[in-house]
């Protein structure tokens, strides 16, 4: 089933597929969402910007929406994957071990919603700085 909302200009949202974009003063990548109600949230909340936050490998920010934790959510993730951190109502993205990790995993402090897959190497993400300003947006 492909979840979808209404946009305030009365089309449909489909969430599976869609490719955004993550960008901040020295890079970005794109990723492309999975069919979750939380990724369709997110959708609905784009364009979003915010400062970053860095926690070992890990960029967090603000996300702008709240979202509850899915039935598959989880603390440990792949690498590239886009999270909904849900207790911090943050996205994440992981691109290698943070402080929590055991033997190089990726991991959250909590559990998070997986929402969607970077495009390419997410060490692109190693050069956002803590208070960066990201902006996530459609790619159409």
């Given at each position: 089933?492909?979840?979808?909302?209404?946009?305030?200009?009365?089309?449909?949202?489909?969430?599976?597929?869609?490719?955004?974009?993550?960008?901040?003063?020295?890079?970005?990548?794109?990723?492309?969402?999975?069919?979750?109600?939380?990724?369709?949230?997110?959708?609905?909340?784009?364009?979003?910007?915010?400062?970053?936050?860095?926690?070992?490998?890990?960029?967090?920010?603000?996300?702008?929406?709240?979202?509850?934790?899915?039935?598959?959510?989880?603390?440990?993730?792949?690498?590239?994957?886009?999270?909904?951190?849900?207790?911090?109502?943050?996205?994440?993205?992981?691109?290698?071990?943070?402080?929590a990790s055991r033997e190089g995993e990726?991991?959250?402090?909590?559990?998070?919603?997986?929402?969607?897959?970077?495009?390419?190497?997410?060490?692109?993400?190693?050069?956002?700085?803590?208070?960066?300003?990201?902006?996530?947006?459609?790619?159409?």
């Open positions: 089933a492909v979840l979808m909302l209404k946009s305030s200009f009365n089309k449909e949202i489909k969430a599976m597929g869609q490719c955004i974009r993550f960008s901040w003063p020295s890079g970005k990548a794109d990723a492309i969402l999975a069919d979750t109600p939380t990724a369709v949230a997110l959708l609905n909340a784009l364009p979003i910007e915010s400062d970053a936050n860095i926690w070992g490998k890990e960029v967090y920010f603000d996300a702008g929406f709240a979202a509850a934790a899915e039935p598959d959510a989880r603390e440990v993730v792949n690498s590239g994957d886009v999270c909904y951190w849900v207790q911090g109502q943050c996205l994440a993205l992981l691109y290698g071990p943070t402080p990726c991991r959250l402090i909590s559990k998070a919603n997986v929402i969607g897959k970077m495009k390419g190497n997410p060490h692109v993400l190693e050069t956002v700085c803590n208070g960066d300003s990201i902006l996530v947006e459609v790619v159409e």
